[in-house]
């Protein structure tokens, strides 16, 4: 059982680790009783593989040209094609595994129904990271950009943060293009509306409304908004995913009837104006970033375009009386939405109701492609009815004599609670069944392609009965956001933040790629090209680092030049490092100076420079780590019966009984459960401890004594080790 | 066999082991802290399992069965083992009223457990009750009891009142059974023994608290100030752990730890809701930095303090012989504690006298006086009385104002300043001249020429008590304690609450560098969070989701209102409704009433109408008639 988590623990110091730290490795946990001969197969990348379902039926092949029975059975069915289930789909299809993508329009997959952008503070983190595993979603949005920008540039390495605006049409295009093209993927459109049990409570496969099944060991389900939608426009309401497209019926049904908790979620998305009717003339232009960032660690994505501009406008007093005049025509006030919506992107009306003494908000306008005359309207979602929209709209200044091309709505739609899955996203319920995206109660793209890709990745490794992968919380964003939504009790749609990562200085978006594209490798997800540019890269800020520890200087312009930034006399034989430490004193002044590395890239100087700048906290914060992760990572018995633990809580008992974390440092996260709770659970983790060595003491002394053999029993001893 | 052999050294493994778990450092996990502190805190807990020859060496093995008494699980998650089911909790009982000392009218037996009233009930016998009554005492949870103690023979032992508090009320959250006796040790010690014949067992020292920890009575700060409250060794120390009790520190840690949040939600809210904040005041949050800084220094500030009155001071009375250094102890303590002659070198070993100065317990040691003499008994004395010195934490020397200051005394003086080099000490010299009524005020300043090499100097009479006020403010003075008027104290820190607000200190210490230094606003973030921590630690709260909750509800990105604020929010728009519709009302009640005035009206019009109509008709009919008559 240790092997598997043994080949995959391989040396993946990257550069930002000079400790050893255990911590950051992903930890393995057996989906199933794995039996020790079975063989732990294929290192590199993109090999085929034999997975137990196909191997049984037919052979792996690439080409999609079997008919017959066979095609319906899988390694892996996707169900959904938004964010989630393309990063998924192509996850496991590049696993190897036979993966088939179920959605309800082709033609809508990849589709950005809300805000056309990317990324963000956080969600920018979540992007880097998910392409430093081999993911899809930062190729794509570097591929269709409209505009980028990188935010809270003066407020330290960790937050700075990447944003793209992208062109909506573009990117669904892009994104299909690859599904379509990926082997081992086939597409298929059906409304699911069953899924197939096994013998043991294990998935089988899944059932669509047409009467067709399709089998696989492990099933993904992505559903978005989908699962018994409903949109809403003022009052009136229909059954609906998105606008105009019909809503998944019947799934939730089934799945409440196997035991799973669903609940509700609202949200909600603008109303779309035509940019030809727009007078600009008065309005806050907000122009790209002259130096373009880049989502993607992969060179070959970092082609420039045209940008495009996007445009301030504020809400007026005429806004605000419109508003209030017609609250009553509200779901939130009139009172007949109870679905809570998130917190962080509140309705206009929200904002006006809550922060009275605020005379105005800003609002953002921005384009939604280059070919199509939409505009979207950031910050300015409404409940109101059709009829009152546009009046609304044209109290906005520059947009007086607009015309709505599309009326904002809001969504109310099933989700189920994640705490009903493990952190590898595999319900705890049902084994081989996982679920992504907005199904656990996520909103945005970024978040659901995190989710994606680490359950397209588990579900190919189920289907081949490989160990599950699990990002720790300290690892990534990624790692935290799945942490918190298996263990938080979770009642809005959960928008990443960066005030959700405890340690966010050792998660930035520079050093994404070496935390993860090492685990990308091993997964099988990163190519031989793509592990050569990174290695190279990771080599080449090494060197750096220990050229500018030896290359000293005395006086010069340099010096001169450092001590007017900083204030700081520089001392002579002074290295390039003890400058570049100095406040306001970055990389580029050795640039200028000729003290520069010309074969660095912009970004490369960059990690170089936060490498140096910040060592101190970011050496504090590793040790800091170190020790949480000690303790945190203490692992707690699957089978722990909690009820019977009279020294927790009731609460306690009853929340930890219910979400069954996998770590103390999980179970401290819990809602409800409190220091007291944890100190508890360690004296009785501890006292279990005590009680199993014993026996193991006295069972081991046993077969010495009856055992005449003695090298058995040393071997024995090393095993359970 | 092999369980039978298990189940004490599993125990012993168990709690010896335990304090393995001490985190290397203290960190965000608030949890981990009280652990390694259980060890400290109940010491003779747990040695006593290696006490199997003690008499109580079989209640032993039960008072194990507290930590996993309830622990039904271990044997659930080692299936394979059959386990033998832990004894439920057992009933202990302890003196928990001070011994030792000037006995108290009153003294306490406590009992806790869940056999506690079964316990009680046979050693108890309530007074009106006739005494063959052989029923068992079922109490009234909180009613007080009055009765007698027998013992197994039947002996009446002490009169005393039952005090019951039934589960979950007590301070245990068990059954508790507290016996008021006398205050003599003999009487308390009879009942106590008298419970332990019935079935209960000794508790250990701290046994009650560490129950009502286990059982969720009471969080850490409070669990370690009731612990305190048992070892206080003087009044103040008492107040000081009730006032914690009672949350004076912990509300200023809490205002400290709310500061600190909210310029994490100042500054996080900007980092991720950019677009939509006015920009930071730096200046506000440097000051607001600086003034939480000082919160906490003055904090630390009274660690001092709680450590003198944990610990207490140990002052040594130093000088030549003769000089009145028992005669001051004496007046002191106002004991005959030190005899006391004319004769040079009277003492000849130390006398401790226990003394308190502004709440601090004090020890007062008299020393022999010191010279070179011959005498092998007086020189032992002196020796003796140098290692005193050297022991002590502030030194009194004396010298008497008769003779004034004599090269006698500047050899005392340099072979104590001597023998403080040698050890590195930096133990304080108080200068106390004695036998000031015996001398003329104005000889006085000749004396006092040689005070600039002591920390302090008082003229004291030992014979009138002049003085000894002066030479406690001093004291006072020296330990750091004259910043703070008496009363105004109401808390104190132990070491791990001390550790803890170090921590603090440090973080933001290291927060206003990185701020000098303009170091990019998300670093500030991380002091903040670590000073937030730590404080957090000491009141046992976690901080990530309170950020998030303040962000969202302080500014423009979206509000959650409370609970509280919806219903007043609810309450507003009721009452305005019902204005409106009371209004609506008086509206229509006055339509209504000019309806009804005009409906009145029109009413009465008719009836004239009618009654006016009815008349001509009657009239007519009468006409009518009249002719008819006259036809």
Redesign the interface.
Known sequence: MATPAVTLHLSRLARHLPFSSPFFKPVLYPCARILPNLPFRRRAAFNSSRFTVSASVSPASSNAENCGLDDEIYDVIVVGGGHAGCEAALASARLGARTLLLTLNIDRIAWQPCNPAVGGPAKSQLVHEVDALGGEIGKIADRCYLQKRILNTSRGPAVRALRAQTDKREYATQMKEIVESTPNLSIREAMVTDILLGKNDDIEGVQTFFGMNFYAPSVILTTGTFMSGKIWVGRTSMPAGRAGESASLGLTENLQRLGFETDRLKTGTPARVDRRTVDYSGLEPQHGDEEVGWFSFDLDFHVEREQMCCYLTRTTKSTHQLIRENLHETPTYGGWVEAKGPRYCPSIEDKIVRFMDKESHQIFLEPEGRNVPELYVQGFSTGLPERLQLPLLRTLPGLENCSMLRPAYAVEYDYLPAHQCSRSLMTKKIGGLFFSGQINGTTGYEEAAAQGIVSGINAARHADGKPLIVLERESSYIGTLIDDLVTKDLREPYRMLTSRSEHRLLLRSDNADSRLTPLGREIGLIDDRRWKLYQDKQARILEEKKRLKSVRISGGDLSANVTSLSCQPVKDFSTLESLLKKPHVEYKVLDKHGYGNEMLSRVEKECVEIDIKYEGFIVRQQNQLQQMAHQQHKRLPEDLDYNAITTLSLEAREKLSKVRPQTIGQASRVGGVNPADITALLIILEANRKIAYQEKRLQLLNSVKTDTDGHISAASLKETN | M?SLL?SP??FR??LY??PK?K???P??????K??PKLRPRFPPYLHSCYRSSSPLADSDHKTHAL??G?????A???G??P?PQPENATTIAAIVTSLGGPPGAVGIVRLSGPSAVAVVGRVFRPGRRKSKSKSPWRPTSHVVKYGVVLDPNGNVVDEVLAVPMLAPRSYTREDVVELQCHGTQVCLNRVLRACLEAGACLAEPGEFTLRA????RM??TQAENVDKLISAKSVAAADAALAAIQGGFSSMVKSVRFQCIELLTEI?A???????MPPLDTNQVVNKIHSMSQDVESALETANYDQLLQSGLQIAILGRPNVGKSSLLNAWSKTERAIVTEIAGTTRDVVEASITVGGIPITLLDTAGIRETNDVVEKIGVERSEAVAMGADIIIMTISALDGWSPEDSELLDRIQSNKKSTGSSTPIILVINKIDCVASDCLERVQQNVGSFNKHVLTSAITGQGIQDLEKAILDIVGLNKFPAGSRRWTVNQRQCEQLVRTKEALARLKSSIE???????WT?DL?EAAMALGQIS?E?I??E??TN??GKF??????TKEELKEKEKIRKAKEKEKRKKLEQEKELEKKRLEQEMKKKQEKEKKKREEMKRKEKEKAKMKMKHKMKK
Do not use: Y
């Open positions: 092999a298990l050294l599993r493994h168990f082991k335990r778990l985190p290397p450092s960190l965000s996990f608030t949890s981990f009280p652990l930590l996993l309830r622990d039904e699980r271990a659930l998650l080692n394979s083992h386990q920890f286990l059982n969720g969080d850490l996080e900007r980092l991720d809701f950019d677009d939509e230094e303009e170091i990019p606003f998300d670093f991380i969070r046992g976690d990530s989701e950020v998030l962000i969202f423009c990105i979206g509000k959650e209102l």
